[in-house]
């Protein structure tokens, strides 16, 4: 039920006990992966040389059989990128997130937050909890309360983003068909022929549609593709090394790719979602899983993502509502 919502985070459960990070980031490994969590400050050390102020979320990510980071240095993976409502804003408005300040919290050994008080603009508060797992899977839970009545058309849009360094192919793989086909399902090789074109691939059963404005600049977000996906995750390859984004069925996320949003040669791979019910004061709740394994063959990347995606819930898109509740 809507009013049974787990606390996963600090936002929801005031139990939780942390510190605040010294630096603005925090360093996980465990199995062959390691992580840098970062907040939105710039840094310039020998562990992040020369990242970028306003990019959070995972900035560097390595795995023992390939020891650069598969992301663009200057960027970062699960970057949280936007909040909009449809409506045509100041830039540093639809890139909020960036622009706000958050705060690090370090839960323990293997789990931070990224906390951001109610934001200038649409008032959002959010915490999005960084937990990595036994085998260096990083698992991602947001959970995040309108404050105000301040999203005109009566959604919540989040944007999340991974800028990925650089890889030989700039597409993704999933499980999906044809836009206008009723049944059936494939592997699809998801590619944008540029920026904000065929960008976005739908949940096979996922016919909302959301009001907005004939000039709202975020082309990447309402330019849908040709297909849909029948199962709620993705994948793509660089260097030898698979990124697998997983979600849970209920959350509807709708996938979406470009082919340079972290420059030339750099494609994000990215993801976002829709809180249609819409009310102030409710907390909503997504949870996503992404892994980072050696390629070998899609039949391999299916077998070790398995358990993950078990652990998310149905594997076929079911249509449920995005997980939310009221606030306490």
């Not at 004061?281 to 992404?290: E, F, T, V």
Request: proline share 6%; net charge neutral; hydrophobic share 35%.
């Amino acid at each position: 039920m809507a009013n049974e919502l787990p606390r996963l985070t600090s936002l929801s459960d005031k139990s939780v006990s942390y510190k605040r990070a010294e630096n603005p980031y925090v360093v996980i490994k465990r199995g062959d992966v390691e992580a840098v969590i970062v907040d939105n400050r710039p840094v310039d050390d020998e562990v992040l040389p020369k990242h970028r102020a306003g990019y959070s979320g995972v900035a560097s990510l390595r795995h023992t059989g390939h020891r650069a980071n598969l992301f663009v240095p200057s960027y970062a993976g699960l970057n949280f990128e936007h909040i909009h409502d449809g409506t045509e804003q100041d830039r540093k408005v639809l890139f909020e997130p960036r622009n706000a300040p958050m705060q690090l919290r370090v839960v323990d050994e293997h789990t931070v937050e990224l906390y951001q008080a109610p934001t200038p603009h649409y008032k959002l508060e959010s915490c999005q909890r960084y937990r990595m797992l036994e085998d260096g899977t990083i698992e991602l839970t947001v959970e995040c309360i309108p404050r105000a009545k301040t999203f005109i058309n009566n959604y919540v849009g989040l944007f999340w983003a991974s800028y990925i360094h650089r890889p030989q192919s700039l597409d993704i793989h999933f499980k999906g068909r044809e836009s206008d086909r009723d049944a059936g399902g494939r592997w699809i090789r998801g590619i944008t022929p540029r920026h904000g074109v065929l960008s976005t691939h739908l949940a096979a059963d996922d016919d909302r549609s959301f009001p907005h404005e004939d000039g709202f600049p975020l082309t990447l977000v309402f330019n849908r593709s040709n297909f849909r996906y029948t199962e709620p995750w993705y994948y793509g390859v660089s260097h030898g090394m698979t990124l697998v984004l997983m979600f849970r069925s209920q959350d509807r996320i709708r996938f979406t790719q470009s082919p340079s949003g972290g420059g030339n040669g750099n494609p994000a791979w990215d993801f976002q979602c829709f809180f249609s019910d819409f009310r102030h004061g409710q907390r909503y709740q997504i949870i996503m899983r992404m892994m980072c394994v050696p390629f070998e063959s899609r039949e391999q990347i299916e077998r070790v993502s398995a358990p993950h995606r078990k652990a998310l819930g149905p594997a076929v898109v079911t249509g449920n509502a995005a997980s939310a509740e009221n606030a306490p």
